[in-house]
């Protein structure tokens, strides 16, 4: 599974001319926005549609976009999102509590009913979250923040100006997050960052203020992306035995987020 935001009309066009793109089944854009989250779906694995639900209040046009997967047997819910963005003279740290809020109780209630048929449900995108200005991430009970239970209090920057040659200043946030509600026999293995390396021979023009101008590295994003890995049992809290007898291991379950370059 794969999580683009701020996916241009013209970066799509792009993207679904790639080689790889053959291999993913996408999320349709919303019509007339210059800018949108994509979910993508290894072909086969999807169970069922996409859906995009508007969030209420939201002055920029943000959704949740999201689809049940097949895991091992088991239906995971994943889903995307773009919460506010920060403007002059309002961080949009409400609407982002609200947002969270809503995607939160929105996935949890996908998988209700489903018993040991679910494994879960996992939020991945740009978020924007500061803790900062928003406060503590306001989890639901069930929620994990992953790349805090693989890694702990190490920082994570995802938007970070000193580290990305393709930015300047000095501002270092964790924008980008991983959530997951997983089901019983759902666990993190692995949470790594990456496109932190410029693309070769890649340049980016710019300017300052003062009239200055030049070119830095290219790099996929302004943001660096999150994979995250997650391992999910056959069944719920035990492994089913297969047709000879054996017990089936684990299968794995791998989510990729990435703001659009």
Known sequence: V?????????????LRG?????????????????????????CGLRLGPFERTHFTGSRQGRDLVRCPVDAGGRRLH????????YVPG???SQERRKQLAAAQASLVGSGEGEGDASAGCV???DLNWNERSDGPMALQPGWLDVWVKAHGDAPGFTY???ANPMLGGNLKLRLDRVLAHPGPGVDVTEVQIIGREPIPGGTREFSKRG????????????????VCDLSVCPAAGRRLGSASGAAEPPRPVEVIDLDSP
Not at 2 to 14: D, K, N, R, W, Y
Not at 78 to 85: D, K, M, P, Q, Y
């Open 2 to 14: 794969v999580a683009l935001q701020e996916v241009t009309p013209s970066i799509l066009g792009l």
């Open 18 to 42: 790639c080689a790889f793109a053959r291999g993913f089944e996408w999320s349709p854009p919303p019509p007339g926005m210059p800018y949108f989250a994509v979910l993508l779906t290894r």
């Open 78 to 85: 994943v889903a995307t999102a773009h919460l506010e963005s």
């Open 90 to 92: 309002d961080p949009g």
């Open 123 to 125: 939020l991945l995108g």
């Open 160 to 162: 970070d100006c000193r």
């Open 211 to 226: 009239g200055a101008t030049g070119s830095r590295p290219l790099l996929p994003s302004d943001h660096f992306g999150l």
